[in-house]
């Protein structure tokens, strides 16, 4: 059984009750226990309210462009990192073997220890664990990753036809038969926009 004493440490936490740390680190393979499954949707709205204001309070950005940088924030991959930083998965109780600890196992634990932290030690100790864990993870670029997909399956690229307007910039991008439109604060942000609204459209297919 692996050391919740430890885990704390991981964690840069010391949990005055005990059984909501061993809860937090209980996959929902073992029977006959509570899981973090419940924790996993207290940290998800906890770590939101956190991102959400911390951006609110640090940028005069857009609700549009906040909204964008939070998804940076609170994606699985910023969980993941957040998680892999701290090795939490070794402490994790599991049964079913390797195969239980596939999918979004990492990103949910990290979700259910800032659950843990803030019902144990309420909002100020909640806040100081996310300002030392959590990451912002990298943009995806949606134009790079348009383009290598048309280009798998054509020899032309994107078309981008972008222009200025009193509300920022425009962009609409068309490749393989369909089309998208986007909108940023500057050309870049506009394009990024269109194409990963157009490649959403073209890997549903």
Known sequence: ?????????????????????????????????????RLEFLGDAVIGLYVT?????GSAASEGQL???????????????????????????YAGGEDALRGKTASNLFEAAAGAIYLDG?????????????????????KTALQEYVQQRTHA??????????????????????SAQGRGATKKLAEQAAARSLFGILTEQ
Do not use: I, Q
């Open 1 to 37: 059984m692996p050391d919740l004493a430890d885990a704390e440490r991981a964690l840069g936490y010391t949990f005055r009750n005990k059984a909501l740390l061993s809860v937090c680190f209980t996959h929902a393979s073992v029977a006959g226990e509570e899981s973090n499954e």
């Open 53 to 57: 204001d911390r951006l609110y309070r």
């Open 67 to 93: 909204t964008e940088r939070r998804k940076r924030y609170v994606s699985r991959e910023a969980l993941e990192e957040a998680e892999h930083r701290l090795g939490l998965l070794r402490y994790l109780r």
């Open 122 to 142: 309420g909002w100020a100790a909640a806040e100081e664990f996310l300002s030392r864990t959590l990451v912002e993870a990298d943009a995806p670029n949606y």
């Open 157 to 178: 690229t994107p078309v981008y036809d972008s222009r200025e307007d009193e509300d920022g910039f425009f962009c609409e991008v068309r490749a393989l038969g369909r």
